[in-house]
DNA sequence: TGTTTTGCCTGACAAATGTCAGCAAATTGT
DNA sequence: ACAATTTGCTGACATTTGTCAGGCAAAACA
């Protein structure tokens, strides 16, 4: 109930794995019943969510989150360590384990749609899976620790390297060609395009926009392959 | 010093401008000397914005500005009426009335440059002059008003339709095709793809990012011309 | 039924925060 | 040099915040 015990205390312990492939949580021992405990940090992280993203992460407090999820003030430090643990169990779920598709599974599994489709039906999964993993993410940078935003980019750039990947094999572009790695970049930094502007602009057509969109980022890999030093005839991008 | 004064206390007053064009900010009248208040408000605006951009502001508070501007903790309020009044004057500035050009006044001015690099111009204007702005902006959502967020949206609006418009002229499609719309929307977005990535990569050379996004860019163009009603076959995009 | 364990909650504390009253210091005008 | 005005500042206020100690009731177990 009252002891908590934090996780690695061992300093050289964590850095032992190089690349660290989720946030550290603290293992907190107030509630003996693991799966009790599991439930309420659900319910705890699901009041935390929304008011993160209303509020911001400063100033919502843990007697709002307590509010909203029926948790009691006191009794909310025997399922999570601290607010900013609570955030660290955000970002795993949302940023790190989200079920968004990643496009190279996608382009690898689905050979039979046109490059076109797989982006479009790609950017419409990030959109509604990864909606608020972002915006949370954007949002709360400030509050993170160094390691923190240290871990959540490896994870983004082991992303963005797969794709820059895939578009090297589209493009046939050699493989030190900075280009693709920019491209790469863009992609997903376009599949953050709804999320991010969707303070600013609601009216639009979702499905529209992910097609129009996916129409931008292919005619944006064919550009680049038109220019590729191997193929400077019309390539064959469709698969 | 004391007696602080606030406007339009008038409630109807406000709304009689259908659009207001940047922020409400609170008149204080603790110091006389009118250019002194404006070098103050300078010096605290300045702390302020590396300490929100740093901390977020909901985790910056009074002290840490006035520690960072030298300005007393009683004076600051001779100069700005409350923390939120120095986030809508920092907006004024950075996001209202940035230095940064826009796209269809480049377009127009400098026709003898190519698409490709009017964008890529604009790119490069837009990343360095609105950084910290867009940032700020992305970042303080969920302090502002929802009227504040209304005139932020208005202002980006009026950038896209004249942008949808610029668009239109480039690929003769018809006024009511939404795509122009979402292209425009594209566009600024990509323009703000620097400065809200820049948590995440800082290792690309700038110039050359933005000379890939600005291919890119026009490569969307084209291909929205492409398949325009009007003209099938490769229209005349290169002014 | 009596005891022990497990989860819940009332109440509180220390620290931090936005804000300012009222006075001291400096500047200005004469 | 003096008075009047303008600016700077010490110190403090009421609140809010993160965090928890310690007790209590219900359930599990004997």
Known sequence: MKQKQFPSTHP???????????LQEATVAGVRNPSLAEKRREQIC??????????????????????????NQASIYDYISNKNDILRRLLNQLWFSSGAPSLPDLLAEHPENTLQENVAFYLKEFWSKRR?????????????TKEDRKAMRA???????????SIEDLTHLPENDPRTLIVANLVLFMANFGPLRDW????????????????????????????????????????
Do not use: W
């Not at 994870?155 to 990947?165: G, H, T, W």
């Open 200 to 239: 600013l602009h609601q009216d639009l057509d979702n499905d529209m926009v992910a097609d129009t969109v996916a129409a931008a980022i292919v005619a944006m890999i064919e550009n680049l392959a038109r220019y590729s030093p191997e193929q400077s005839e019309s390539p064959s991008i469709q698969d």
């Open 12 to 22: 050289g312990r964590a850095s032992s794995h190089p690349e660290r492939t989720q």
């Open 155 to 165: 994870r983004d750039e082991q992303f963005i390297s797969r794709l820059a990947e």
């Open 46 to 71: 699901d009041a935390a969510l929304e008011l993160f993203l209303q509020k911001g992460f400063a100033s919502t407090t843990i007697r709002d989150i307590c509010a909203r999820s029926g948790v």
């Open 132 to 144: 608020k993993g972002t915006l949370l993410a954007y949002r709360t940078v400030p509050h993170l």
